[in-house]
């Protein structure tokens, strides 16, 4: 099992010191062996204009992994 989130703020511009953007990660893995595993995780991530502004979802992702090592 797996979990993460990240909250983004932007550097550059001077006039957004705001967490404009958050992300959030989880998933599950299995290792079949040394040389196969795989993996699916969830990623979300939301975003708003302006600090008083609610949090809006921008992005749903599934993504899926099939790992060989040779």
């Known amino acids: 099992m797996l979990g ?16 404009n953007t958050r992300r959030y990660r989880g998933g599950i893995g299995y290792r079949r062996n ?12 939301n975003s708003r204009n302006t600090i008083d502004d609610p949090f809006t979802t921008g ?3 599934i993504d899926v992994q ?3 090592v040779w």
């Open 4 to 19: 993460d989130w990240e909250w983004f703020v932007p550097i550059t511009d001077q006039h957004e010191r705001f967490a």
């Open 34 to 45: 040394r040389a196969w595993s795989m993996a699916m995780r969830y990623i979300r991530t």
């Open 59 to 61: 992005e749903n992702i």
């Open 66 to 68: 099939v790992k060989r």
